[in-house]
C-alpha cells in the first residue's frame, strides 16, 4: 500500500527493482492497448510491426542502409562539433562574440529553404547531405556550447587570474579542458537531433541508401509495417548510442560519476 | 600577554578606497599594514577586516586582490609598496573554488606552476608532497575536488595559493560554514601559515567576530556611519597593543569577551 502510494507522491524515490517493474508495467500496457485497437486497422499492430523488424534487420538492404546512416551521422557530428567548439572558444574573443549568437539565431532558419542553396554550393549529392547535416546541426551545438561558457562561474576566472594564468592559459583551463565533459554531454544531447535530420536530408539523395531512404520508399508503398519498423529500429539504435555515450563520458572523465553522485 | 616585537616596513597600504556601482559601496576606505618583528622567530601578520554581510567586504576583498579596479584610491603592497594587480595576492574565496576536473595533485600543481620561484618538475612534486604532509593532505592528492569536505577542500585551496610563493592570501569568510572542532583546526593551520615566512600576510574577511579576533594582530571594523552613504573603516584595533595578539587562550579571556561584545555592538 505504501508502495502504491509513493508511486503517485511527488518528490518520492522509488526502489530500483519496483521503478523497473513499473516501465514494463506500462510498456506492456501500451502495446496491449495498440494490439487491441489497431487490429483490423490501418495501422499495424505491435505484432506485425515485431515480426517486420526482424524481418528487415536479417537483410544484408539494411545492413548496408544502416551503416550508411551510421557513417553520415558520426561524420556529420564529427565535423560539427569541431566547428561549433571554434566558433564557441572564439565567442571569448571580443571581435567573434557577436558573430557567434548570431549563428545562435540560425535554429530558426529552415534547411528546406536552403536546399536549393546548398546544391549549387556542392558538387554531389554526398556532399549536399553532409552539409546540409552540419548547417542544421551546428546552431544547436553553437548554443549547446555557449549556454555552458555562460554559466561557468566568474570565481574560477579569479582563481586562475590569482594563479598568475594568461588569459590563454585561462581559456585553456577552464573553458576548453574544464569544460571538456560538458562537451561531451552536449554531443550526447545533440546526438537526437543529428539523428532525426539524417533521415530528413537521405531523402534529398536517395542514391546512397540509408534509413532514411528506407523510410520514404515504404512511405510511398504505403508500407506502414516496415514503416513503423524502421521507426522502431532508429528509436533504439538512437537509445543505444545514447547510452554508449554517456558511458563513455563516464569512462574519460571520470569526475562526472562523482557529480552524479552527489546529485 | 607582554611580548617583544617591533613594527618595521609598510608592507600594506589602502589609500582611498571608494567603490561606486549604483550606489556608493565603499567610502574613503584608508589602512595600512606594517611587518611586525619578534626576535628568534617568523612573524608574519593576521589581519581581520570585520563587517556585517553585505556590507562590501566582498567587494573590499576583490579591490585587495586586484581583481577589480576602485572607482578612486589605490592598493599597494609589498616592501615595494607597488599597486596590486592580479596574482600579486593569494585569494581562497567563501566557497573554496578549485579545478573540479583536476585531481587535488593537479589542482596543487597549477598553484606551483607559475610560482614567484621557477622550480624543476621534481623540485615542485617534492614542495607538494612536503606541504601536503603540512597540511594533512598526504591521502587525498589523488582523490579529486568533489570527494573532499569543506574543510578538506578549504585546506586545499589555502595551499594552493601558499604555493604560489605569495606573501598575502586574502580568506572570504574562512570560517562559515564549518563546524567548531573544524574551526579550531582551520585557525591552527592559518597561524602556521602565517608563521611559514616573515613576510606572509593573511587578511581574512568576515562577519564572524570572535574567530576573526582571536587570531589576528590586528583588526579593523567596516561599517557605515550614520547618515552617510558607503562602508568605511571605523574602528581600527591594535591587538597586540591591547595584548590581545597571540594568546592561544584568549577567547576565555575577560577582555577579549568585552571587545567581542563591543564590536557586536558597533556593526
Known amino acids: 500500500m505504501k508502495i502504491l502510494k509513493n508511486l503517485f507522491s511527488p518528490f518520492t524515490t522509488l526502489p530500483r527493482s519496483i521503478y523497473w517493474v513499473v516501465v514494463v508495467s506500462q510498456l506492456i500496457l501500451v502495446l496491449a492497448l495498440w494490439q487491441v485497437f489497431a487490429t483490423g486497422g490501418l495501422i499495424p499492430t505491435p505484432l506485425k510491426i515485431g515480426e517486420a523488424v526482424i524481418r528487415i534487420v536479417t537483410t544484408a538492404y539494411f545492413i548496408d542502409n544502416f551503416f550508411a546512416s551510421l557513417l553520415l551521422t558520426l561524420k556529420g557530428m564529427g565535423i560539427s562539433i569541431i566547428i561549433a567548439l571554434f566558433i564557441s572558444y572564439l565567442s571569448l574573443v571580443p571581435f567573434f562574440y557577436p558573430f557567434a549568437r548570431f549563428v545562435v539565431k540560425w535554429r530558426y532558419l529552415t534547411l528546406t529553404g536552403l536546399i536549393f542553396l546548398f546544391t549549387l554550393l556542392t558538387s554531389n549529392g554526398s556532399q549536399l547531405k553532409m552539409s546540409l547535416l552540419v548547417f542544421g546541426i551546428v546552431p544547436f551545438f553553437v548554443t549547446s556550447l555557449l549556454h555552458i561558457i555562460d554559466e561557468i562561474n566568474v570565481q574560477e576566472y579569479e582563481l586562475c587570474k590569482t594563479l598568475r594564468m594568461s588569459n590563454w592559459q585561462t581559456l585553456w583551463e577552464v573553458v576548453i579542458v574544464g569544460r571538456l565533459d560538458q562537451v561531451f554531454e552536449v554531443m550526447r544531447q545533440n546526438f537526437a537531433i543529428a539523428w532525426m535530420m539524417i533521415t530528413m536530408v537521405e531523402g534529398l539523395s536517395m542514391s546512397q541508401g540509408g534509413l532514411g531512404t528506407m523510410l520514404i520508399k515504404s512511405n510511398k508503398y504505403i508500407d506502414l509495417s516496415t514503416v513503423f519498423a524502421v521507426l522502431i529500429i532508429i528509436l533504439v539504435i538512437g537509445i543505444v548510442f545514447d547510452y554508449l555515450l554517456r558511458e563513455m563520458r563516464h569512462w574519460l572523465f571520470p569526475y562526472t560519476q562523482l557529480q552524479v553522485k552527489k546529485k | ?267
Open chain 2, 1 to 267: 600577554m607582554t611580548t617583544t616585537y617591533t613594527k618595521e616596513e609598510l608592507i600594506l597600504k589602502a589609500e582611498n578606497i571608494s567603490l561606486q556601482y549604483d550606489k556608493l559601496i565603499l567610502r574613503d576606505v584608508n589602512f595600512e599594514m606594517h611587518n611586525i618583528v619578534r626576535p628568534g622567530m617568523h612573524q608574519g601578520q593576521v589581519l581581520s577586516l570585520i563587517g556585517r554581510s553585505g556590507i562590501g567586504k566582498t567587494q573590499l576583498f576583490k579591490i585587495m586582490a586586484g581583481l577589480i579596479q576602485p572607482t578612486t584610491g589605490t592598493v599597494k603592497v609589498g616592501v615595494e609598496q607597488q599597486p596590486v594587480k592580479a596574482g600579486d595576492v593569494g585569494v581562497v574565496p567563501q566557497n573554496y573554488i578549485l579545478f573540479n576536473h583536476r585531481t587535488i595533485m593537479q589542482n596543487l600543481e597549477q598553484g606551483i606552476a607559475n610560482a614567484r620561484v621557477k622550480k624543476s618538475a621534481k623540485e615542485q612534486e617534492e614542495m607538494i608532497k612536503e606541504y601536503a604532509a603540512h597540511f594533512d593532505l598526504t591521502d587525498h592528492l589523488k582523490k579529486y575536488p568533489m570527494q573532499l569536505s569543506g574543510g578538506q577542500r578549504q585546506r586545499v585551496s589555502i595551499l594552493q595559493q601558499v604555493l604560489t610563493g605569495n606573501h598575502f592570501i586574502l580568506l572570504d569568510e574562512p570560517f562559515s560554514g564549518l563546524d567548531a572542532l573544524v574551526i579550531d583546526r582551520v585557525v591552527e593551520l592559518l597561524l602556521k601559515v602565517s608563521t611559514l615566512d616573515e613576510l606572509n600576510t593573511l587578511v581574512i574577511i568576515s562577519h564572524d567576530i570572535e574567530n576573526s579576533l582571536a587570531i589576528s594582530d590586528s583588526a579593523f571594523v567596516l561599517a557605515k556611519e550614520k547618515d552617510k552613504e558607503g562602508a568605511t573603516i571605523t574602528q581600527k584595533l591594535d591587538l597586540i597593543q591591547m595584548g590581545l595578539a597571540w594568546d592561544p587562550e584568549i577567547r576565555t579571556k575577560k577582555p577579549f569577551i568585552e571587545l567581542v561584545n563591543q564590536i557586536k555592538y558597533m556593526l
